[in-house]
């Protein structure tokens, strides 16, 4: 099993966990982490995604409500810096990809929220832990033979590239560690709606049709090398009042060798 200690949250489609404190928090990102916020300050990200709201998309010189900075620290290990517009730390997660880039285990914090997050992958489970305010819970879902975990939905895509631009369905289950459960998903090719910055679009979508009535999709943007330049769905951050909130996310990569 690969083994996180705990550091801060984030997570794209969900929101549940938190902290013990501020004073906590700041020991597990001093003891944990390869990168602390003040060296962040002092290196330029390899990739940046800027979130906006959804209704922001016919304007261009929208503020941004947020912006997701990721470092690569090793090869199976990435960690993501979340600030405001007011350049104030507000989450932060660490990834780790050494069970694969579909299936990467990861810790996740929000500051705001005290909500934490951990998943952890081994070769037939997923762990989930999560914890909001003084509340915790766990749970053990078994690992489907074509599992997805976090950000490894950009991998579907990846590797199923051909498959997708002939118009084939990939059908593969996605961990929700706020329901505790393994959501099944189909990603298809689409158009790519207006304004979407992006040279191939596909849609992730509940398999069954009558839930996925009642949950909104998520649009993936790719430019021709393949790396994911926008996001439009469910944010795994919360608004300031704790609430779920939909977005577009904008990516940029300074170091164009790298890809989420």
Known sequence: MVKLQPLINTDPLLKLLGWAGTTLLLLMVLTTLNIST????????????????????SDTQAPWLYREDYYFLTDNQVQVFYTNHSEQLIAEKVLDYATGRLTPSFIFEDQRHQISKRVEVNASNVELYLKSGPQSERATLERKKNQVVDAGFTAVVRNNWSALQAGQSIDFFFALPNRATNARLAARQ??????????????????????????????????????????????????SAGGDQDVIIRYRYADPEQRL
């Open 38 to 57: 003040a060296e962040a300050d002092e290196k330029i990200p390899a990739i940046s995604g800027f979130a906006y709201t959804m209704s922001d998309n």
């Open 190 to 239: 689409i158009k790519c709606p207006a304004r979407m910055q992006a040279n191939h679009c596909f849609e992730m979508a509940l398999s069954n049709r009558f839930l996925a009535m009642f949950v909104d999709s998520i649009t993936l943007g790719f430019d021709q090398q393949q790396r994911l330049t926008e996001y439009r769905g469910r944010s795994n951050l919360s608004d």
